[in-house]
C-alpha cells in the first residue's frame, strides 16, 4: 500500500512539472513565431500529458481485511461464518418454537390398559370341626385290703410309663389306669397282661 502511495505521488508531480515546462515553453515560442502557434503547440502538449496519465493504471483501493477463522482444520472467512452463525441462530430459535411432543397413541393405550395390582384374595380358613372323642374308658387293675400293696401296684406302673390312680373304696384300695377310648383300653389291657397284670375295662357313668 505505501509504494503504491509514493507511485501516485510521483506521477503527479511528474505531471505537474510537465505543465510548468510546457508552458514555459509555450511561453518561449509565443515570443518569438507568433502567440497563436505557441498556443496550439501548448495545447497538443497537454493532451499528449492527458492521455500519459489516462493510460497509466488507476491505484487500488485498499480493501478491508478479511478475518479468517479456522474450524476443524479449514478455514473459513468472515462472511461464511456470519452466515453459519445465523443458520445456527435460527435452527435453535426453530427448536425453541416446537411444541412439545405429545404422548403417542400407543403409549396412551399402555398407560390406560395398565390393569391395577391384583390382590391377592385371601380366603376364609375352614375351621375344622373337630369331633371331641370322648374317653369314657378305664381300667380297673385290683382291689387291696392293703394300702402297701395298692402302692406296690403303682410304682409298677409309673416305671412303665402307664399313668394310674390310688383311690379309697369302702375299706379297699383301688388302682386304676386311665381315662380311654375304647380301642385305646384295649391296647393298655394287652400291656398290662405282659406285665403280669390282671384288669377290667369299665366305662364311666
Known sequence: MESNKKLYYVLMAGAVVLLMVSYGVGFMVGK????????????????????????LTPLSRPKPEEKVVIVN???????????????????????ETKPEEKPSVKERKQV???????????????KKKVQKVKKDYYIQVGIFSKR????????????????????????????????FTEKEAKQVLVKLKKMKLSGIIKKRR
Open 32 to 55: 518569438n513565431y507568433g502567440y497563436n502557434n505557441a498556443k496550439k503547440e501548448f495545447e497538443v502538449e497537454k493532451q499528449k500529458l492527458i492521455k500519459t496519465i489516462a493510460s
Open 73 to 95: 482444520g479449514n478455514p473459513l472467512s468472515q462472511n461464511t461464518t456470519a452466515v453459519s452463525g445465523k443458520k445456527t441462530q435460527q435452527s435453535q430459535e426453530q427448536k
Open 112 to 126: 390406560q390398559v395398565s390393569k391395577p395390582e391384583s390382590k391377592p384374595s385371601v380366603k376364609p380358613s375352614t
Open 148 to 179: 402297701a400293696n395298692a402302692e406296690k401296684v403303682v410304682r409298677k406302673l409309673k416305671k412303665a410309663g402307664i399313668p394310674s390312680h390310688l383311690s379309697k373304696w369302702k375299706n379297699y384300695y383301688r388302682v386304676t389306669v386311665g381315662m
